[in-house]
């Protein structure tokens, strides 16, 4: 589904942000992406997006390898992962239902199968009732919803998001996490950057952990524990938590 091998970024003439990363994602994994300010948590995002491309290495998502995707090949990316930003860039002089539109515009679809679409979208982030609002009439969270609404509306089997709880209360946010959950739930694979550790322990179920110079992955610990441990029960009972030090 995703798969990075000894993947290495750098801006420019730069330092490398990641360097030789290696992991593989399945279908319908939720992973949250853990590190400090500035370790590369967007960067990681950006790459699996095609939306920055690797300095070396090699980055397969979803049966595309990015590192020489063709032109043609790059709106069938865009369909496949949907992608949800720090900055939600979402369109103030244009309606809630005409944000969520906007991806669809370049999909061919007939207008009012468009629009049905973009209606399911809202309804399954609960913002049906403001379809015809202006975005700048929505709270932060409600802000929140209509970016993954519009991040869903091609029907993409991954989900990429960028701290999207940073500016919410802890009641929003769960409740933005939830909205994450139920897609997961239906088979979307999930990966979400977060500083807030402790609400990422309730939804994902594999950590990566980027600091400057170093790359950790939950599920490395966990393949560690079972060489090492005399029984599975007792791999079952000592299964490490995600926020165990990842
Ligand atoms: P995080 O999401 O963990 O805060 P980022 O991936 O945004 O980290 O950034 C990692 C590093 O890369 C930072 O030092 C940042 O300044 C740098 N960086 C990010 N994007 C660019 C860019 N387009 N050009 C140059 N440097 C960048």
Do not use: C, W
Not at 101 to 112: C, N, R
Not at 128 to 154: F, T, W
Not at 206 to 221: H, L, Q, T, V, Y
């Amino acid at each position: 589904m995703i798969e990075f091998q000894h993947v290495f970024k750098s801006y420019g003439q730069g330092r490398s942000i990641l360097a030789d990363i290696s992991f593989k994602v399945s279908a319908g994994e939720f992973v949250y992406v853990a590190g400090p300010s500035g370790a590369g948590k967007s960067t990681l995002l950006k790459l699996i997006g095609g939306l920055e491309a690797p300095s070396r290495g090699s980055i397969q998502v979803n049966g595309q390898r990015l590192e020489n995707l063709s032109p043609r090949a790059r709106p069938y990316l865009r369909r496949a992962v949907g992608v949800i930003l720090q900055d939600t860039h979402l369109l103030y002089d244009r309606s809630v239902i005409d944000n969520v539109l906007l991806p669809l515009a370049v999909t061919g679809l007939a207008t009012d199968i468009a629009r049905a679409r973009a209606r399911a979208a809202l309804e399954k982030v609960g913002l049906s009732a403001k379809e015809n609002a202006p975005p700048i009439e929505l709270s932060g969270g409600e802000q929140q919803r209509l970016a993954i609404a519009r991040a869903i509306v091609n029907r993409p089997a991954i989900l990429i998001a960028d701290e999207p709880t940073a500016s919410l209360d802890r009641e929003t946010a769960r409740r933005i996490m939830s909205v994450f959950k139920d897609f997961n739930r239906v088979g979307v694979t999930t990966l979400i950057a977060s500083h807030d550790d402790d609400l990422m322990a309730e939804y994902a179920t594999r950590a990566f952990k980027i600091d400057p110079g170093r790359f950790a992955d939950s599920a490395d610990r966990r393949a560690a524990a079972s060489k090492n441990t005399v029984s599975n029960q007792s791999l079952e009972r000592h299964e490490p938590s995600i926020g165990e030090g990842v």
